[in-house]
């Protein structure tokens, strides 16, 4: 009988290392008999990852994103997308992977009710790593900070974010639904691991097929390191002023803005984001969240749920805590935030100007962002500008023109073009129906449109 494994997470247990080996390897997969990426596309030929919110990500988030879309708007698509999945069963094995169905906390057991409505419980297999809970929440509020969605400081994420520790709420959740057998419930320790290949190999083995075997040699990710020292509490302060903390951080701004290496250099080495790294933040700094009494004090609180998780699921507990004498990560007193936050703000000004020159002086590789210019007011600024000819647009906008040239140059109105082809130069107040309309039409500051003074 063919299987569909649900690999639920959790956060930061190797996830995105185990999905990245099945996507490299999908041959591999293939001639055992299961499905991951060609379940991608049986979705897409069916017109589900269409409709998938994240755009068609990993299988999973189509899965628990469609499952709550369905519930709240009662569309049918999580029923269009079992459906898929019974027929694929009916081909072979199915992989369905993601760490964010660990958000779904004690929602699980509905959702596996729903999918156990459908498909056959004996076919349906949840494999879940779990790592000791001190180390998960200080590993996952590292992973927030890193990708720009976490500004709280830790102690507040801590005690805010608990109900993710509590597994055995969860896991005793699904085994409402689905039978103890059915559960693959594994520690996220290296002594508790198949083999000597981590936790890729340890899944390998749980899936238990004839000719599908971990090879080392095999192409694998790369590690997904943490940040730590001044470094991250520089980029907690960077979370709470900017959405691109991300980008930021892995110095490939340009690179989303599609500029090319001179844009990038120039950005670098004259506005110095990695000098300013060098002087503010010891990036190799090795520091913990935890004392080593607020680390026993905050697994006490899981002691009888740890109980219960080795006497249904492992030979031995979690391994206890070693004691450490690495630095208690502290935040920035008021005084060096106030200097930080500042330095951030003048950093993302002096970025987004960058952008604007790069994208002025043709420094790109793409052809989709040589767009031509275009000045959006045509009132007394506009008219400033284009006499002292200090742009050159080929079009001017206006919302309510009442001209239909200024200079030689045409005016229109918004609804006469294409907005999307033209890069602006705003030159009207701060209009906030303009911004809306620039907004509706996907339109981004910085890369398809600027102020006129950062322009200039």
């Given at each position: 009988?063919?299987?569909?494994?649900?690999?639920?997470?959790?956060?930061?247990?190797?996830?995105?290392?185990?999905?990245?080996?099945?996507?490299?390897?999908?041959?591999?997969?293939?001639?055992?008999?299961?499905?991951?990426?060609?379940?991608?596309?049986?979705?897409?030929?069916?017109?589900?990852?269409?409709?998938?919110?994240?755009?068609?990500?990993?299988?999973?988030?189509?899965?628990?994103?469609?499952?709550?879309?369905?519930?709240?708007?009662?569309?049918?698509?999580?029923?269009?997308?079992?459906?898929?999945?019974?027929?694929?069963?009916?081909?072979?094995?199915?992989?369905?992977?993601?760490?964010?169905?660990?958000?779904?906390?004690?929602?699980?057991?509905?959702?596996?009710?729903?999918?156990?409505?459908?498909?056959?419980?004996?076919?349906?297999?949840v494999v879940a790593y779990l790592r000791r809970q001190d180390l998960f929440i200080?590993?996952?509020?590292?992973?927030?900070?890193?990708?720009?969605?976490?500004?709280?400081?830790?102690?507040?994420?801590?005690?805010?974010?608990?109900?993710?520790?509590?597994?055995?709420?969860?896991?005793?959740?699904?085994?409402?639904?689905?039978?103890?057998?059915?559960?693959?419930?594994?520690?996220?320790?290296?002594?508790?691991?198949?083999?000597?290949?981590?936790?890729?190999?340890?899944?390998?083995?749980?899936?238990?097929?004839?000719?599908?075997?971990?090879?080392?040699?095999?192409?694998?990710?790369?590690?997904?390191?943490?940040?730590?020292?001044?470094?991250?509490?520089?980029?907690?302060?960077?979370?709470?002023?900017?959405?691109?903390?991300?980008?930021?951080?892995?110095?490939?701004?340009?690179?989303?803005?599609?500029?090319?290496?001179?844009?990038?250099?120039?950005?670098?080495?004259?506005?110095?984001?990695?000098?300013?790294?060098?002087?503010?933040?010891?990036?190799?700094?090795?520091?913990?969240?935890?004392?080593?009494?607020?680390?026993?004090?905050?697994?006490?609180?899981?002691?009888?749920?740890?109980?219960?998780?080795?006497?249904?699921?492992?030979?031995?507990?979690?391994?206890?805590?070693?004691?450490?004498?690495?630095?208690?990560?502290?935040?920035?007193?008021?005084?060096?935030?106030?200097?930080?936050?500042?330095?951030?703000?003048?950093?993302?000004?002096?970025?987004?100007?960058?952008?604007?020159?790069?994208?002025?002086?043709?420094?790109?590789?793409?052809?989709?962002?040589?767009?031509?210019?275009?000045?959006?007011?045509?009132?007394?600024?506009?008219?400033?500008?284009?006499?002292?000819?200090?742009?050159k647009p080929g079009i001017i906008v206006d919302s309510f023109p009442t001209v239909?040239?200024?200079?030689?140059?045409?005016?229109?109105?918004?609804?006469?073009?294409?907005?999307?082809?033209?890069?602006?130069?705003?030159?009207?107040?701060?209009?906030?129906?303009?911004?809306?309309?620039?907004?509706?039409?996907?339109?981004?500051?910085?890369?398809?449109?600027?102020?006129?003074?950062?322009?200039?």
């Amino acid at each position: 009988m063919n299987r569909v494994v649900f690999h639920i997470g959790a956060w930061k247990t190797g996830t995105t290392s185990i999905q990245d080996y099945f996507v490299s390897n999908g041959d591999m997969l293939e001639k055992a008999g299961w499905y991951y990426t060609d379940f991608k596309k049986i979705l897409e030929d069916e017109g589900l990852i269409a409709d998938d919110p994240c755009g068609g990500g990993q299988t999973g988030s189509i899965f628990f994103r469609t499952y709550y879309r369905s519930k709240v708007n009662g569309d049918g698509i999580f029923d269009r997308l079992l459906q898929a999945l019974k027929s694929a069963l009916d081909k072979g094995n199915v992989l369905v992977s993601d760490a964010m169905f660990w958000i779904m906390g004690t929602d699980l057991k509905d959702f596996f009710r729903a999918v156990s409505s459908v498909i056959d419980k004996r076919q349906i297999v949840v494999v879940a790593y779990l790592r000791r809970q001190d180390l998960f929440i200080e590993s996952v509020y590292n992973q927030l900070i890193k990708f720009g969605k976490e500004s709280r400081s830790f102690k507040v994420f801590a005690k805010e974010e608990i109900g993710f520790c509590r597994y055995w709420d969860i896991i005793s959740a699904i085994m409402e639904v689905l039978p103890k057998e059915n559960l693959r419930i594994r520690k996220f320790e290296k002594n508790a691991f198949t083999g000597s290949g981590g936790v890729v190999e340890d899944f390998f083995a749980l899936l238990d097929t004839e000719g599908l075997t971990y090879d080392p040699q095999r192409k694998r990710a790369d590690s997904n390191e943490r940040i730590s020292g001044n470094w991250l509490e520089f980029k907690r302060l960077y979370n709470t002023i900017s959405e691109d903390g991300y980008d930021i951080l892995n110095e490939d701004i340009y690179e989303e803005m599609k500029c090319g290496s001179i844009g990038r250099q120039v950005g670098r080495d004259l506005y110095g984001f990695d000098v300013l790294m060098k002087l503010c933040c010891d990036i190799d700094k090795k520091e913990v969240f935890f004392t080593n009494e607020e680390r026993r004090e905050f697994l006490s609180g899981f002691e009888s749920d740890n109980r219960k998780l080795t006497e249904e699921f492992w030979d031995s507990p979690f391994s206890g805590i070693k004691e450490t004498d690495a630095d208690v990560h502290k935040e920035l007193s008021d005084e060096a935030r106030d200097i930080v936050t500042l330095v951030i703000r003048l950093y993302l000004t002096q970025t987004k100007r960058l952008r604007t020159q790069a994208l002025r002086n043709g420094v790109t590789e793409e052809d989709s962002l040589r767009k031509p210019l275009a000045v959006w007011g045509a009132g007394t600024l506009c008219e400033r500008i284009l006499r002292e000819n200090l742009v050159k647009p080929g079009i001017i906008v206006d919302s309510f023109p009442t001209v239909r040239k200024m200079y030689g140059i045409p005016v229109v109105g918004p609804d006469e073009i294409d907005l999307r082809k033209y890069y602006f130069v705003l030159t009207m107040s701060r209009e906030a129906p303009v911004l809306q309309m620039l907004e509706d039409y996907g339109l981004v500051d910085g890369r398809d449109y600027s102020w006129w003074y950062e322009y200039l």
